[in-house]
């Protein structure tokens, strides 16, 4: 469902680790899940329709899964492609809302981290 990017920053680097991580579900949260990854460099896109068409079908005949999502990388056309809740596209709003919510988070933990190196004086080499 999601192809890599060396360009794309990950969450678990030093500033933003100790932040993030007390916002984690627990372990047996995360057990719970039935996840289909679906990867490789061609047909992911219709594999996760086949996919969610067969999972749509079992729930009309036996009640479950109760929820089905989906979350594609990278999007063709808009970034709220990548994410289907119930298999419906996300809202704008919904998007929007939560988008906001998680870069404001990591903008005050980037800061943060900031204001420690510089009290702890170290200086850095390179600021992007």
Known sequence: MGSSSRSRSTLSTNMYHHDLKANQPEVSELNRLKVVYVAGTKGKGSTCTFVNSILLAHQGI???????????SPHLIAVRERIRIKSEPIAEGVFAKYFFEVWDALEESAMRWQRSQKQAGILPILDL
């Open 62 to 72: 036996h009640g479950i899964p109760h929820k089905i999502d989906l979350y594609t």
